[in-house]
């Protein structure tokens, strides 16, 4: 049960902020999780949502190792709402279930493809360190440009925020949602 009451609809923000729901409503096609406590402060709301949609549409990081960075991210942060939430768009991005259940089990990423097991290291090094060992840093940097490693490091930010608002208010996971170990 979350601490405080989700924001299901628009009329459960005042009418100046109504539009900000809708929006939301627009993108996911209700509100739930992260957004149903964000909306509580629908100016935040209203910029976290510019992520999403620039997520969707805009990002240099192709979905796929986008996915990876996320994934790790949210693993990091034991979020389950948020785990549930994007392990169903890892896979319809490619993510091999393999690579899914290595995430999700915090395992060796060793065997993964030497792009894939970079996002995954340096992801974990920035969330359980808050640093990232040079040679890795400049592996992505070489490989794929700043802009792009700007990015990677931008979104794996934005999920564990997004993780953090979920934990800190217990939203409950879907219940058909893929689950993180006990």
């Known amino acids: ?69 996320i994934l790790a991210s949210v693993r990091e942060s034991e979020a389950r709402y948020v785990w549930a939430a994007q392990v169903n768009a890892a896979r319809r991005n490619g993510v091999p279930e393999a690579t899914i259940d290595i995430l999700r089990a915090k395992g060796d990423a060793s065997s993964l493809a030497e792009d894939e097991r970079d996002i995954v290291n340096y992801v974990r090094q920035l969330r359980r360190t808050n640093r990232v060992d040079q040679a890795l840093f400049d592996r992505l940097q070489q490989r794929h440009g700043t802009p792009w490693l700007v990015e990677l490091t931008a979104f794996a930010g934005y999920f564990a925020m997004l993780s953090g608002v979920v934990n800190a208010f217990e939203v409950a996971p879907p219940p058909d949602g893929d689950k993180l170990p006990a």
Do not use: C, W
């Not at 990081?61 to 960075?69: C, I, Q």
């Open 1 to 69: 049960m979350p601490r405080v009451a989700p924001v299901t609809g628009k009329q459960d923000v005042p009418a100046q902020y109504q539009s900000i729901a809708e929006e939301v409503i627009g993108v996911f096609g209700q509100i739930r999780g992260p957004f149903s406590m964000l909306l509580h402060s629908p100016p935040l709301a209203e910029r976290m949502l510019q992520f999403v949609k620039y997520n969707r549409s805009g990002t240099a990081v192709e979905p796929r190792l986008l996915s990876h960075a």
